[in-house]
């Protein structure tokens, strides 16, 4: 039976992808590569790092990786001073059903920790959460398990014993790289992404079967 669940954060927990896609699409317009947003979806669950070393690598940008890091976040700030931190509908009576249910509850996000704490806290939500797991923390990104083995380990459960919410296709690798159950969350908002890796996929939070999660073997 399954004893704990790892939640992915951006486009899972908080709605914030169209903050990442948006950002670094005007910042290659603006560095003079007219990139669409689709060429995007392929760092979505990602560190910072590795998303704009890999950029800069193919693209060869003249500036450091860091510069682009502290553009990026500066523009994501203004659409989170804009939008506010907006959840994924339903996701929250999800959390609070299987922490009332003895499940243990874990984020592990490719995000800096800084922006799950904050993200966690302005929802109302870091309360039901044992542990909050960042991409800073472990030595690889997603699609490598990394983050998902801590996450596993500080809850102190075998990974068969644990099960991811994720959206995108390099989490739902590092999930399964992990040994661990994979729910897909396609999110109807933003285009489809590869998650064949999920053991299954949702569309809306409210599909969560929590009493079936605990039956899981």
């Not at 959840?87 to 922006?115: D, M, N, R, T, Y």
């Not at 992404?193 to 599909?207: K, M, N, P, V």
Request: aromatic share 10%; charged share 30%.
């Amino acid at each position: 039976m399954k004893q704990a669940v790892i939640f992915d954060m951006d486009g899972v927990l908080v709605d914030s992808e169209y903050t990442f896609l948006e950002s670094k699409t005007a910042l290659l317009k603006d560095a003079g590569f007219e990139k669409d947003i689709s060429y995007q979806y392929q760092f979505m669950g990602t560190t910072f790092e590795f998303m704009w070393t890999k950029m800069k690598e193919e693209l060869g940008l003249p500036l450091s990786v860091d510069a682009y890091i502290q553009e990026m976040n500066a523009r994501r700030e203004e659409m989170i001073e804009r939008d506010g931190i907006k959840e994924i509908p339903h996701v929250k009576e999800v959390v609070k059903k299987l922490s009332e249910a003895g499940f243990k509850l874990a984020v592990a996000s490719s995000s800096p920790k800084a922006e799950i704490e904050r993200a966690m806290s302005a929802l109302g939500i870091k309360k039901y959460f044992d542990i909050l797991v960042s991409g800073e923390e472990v030595a690889h990104s997603k699609p490598a398990p990394d983050v998902f083995l801590k996450a596993a380990e500080l809850l102190k459960v075998s990974p068969e014993d644990a099960l991811v919410f994720e959206d995108t296709k390099n989490g739902s690798r590092a999930a399964k790289a992990a040994e661990m159950y994979c729910i897909g969350f396609e999110n109807p908002v933003y285009p489809a992404q590869d998650l064949t890796a999920a053991d299954e996929i949702i569309h809306d939070f409210r599909e969560v079967d929590v009493k079936r999660l605990k039956q899981l073997s």
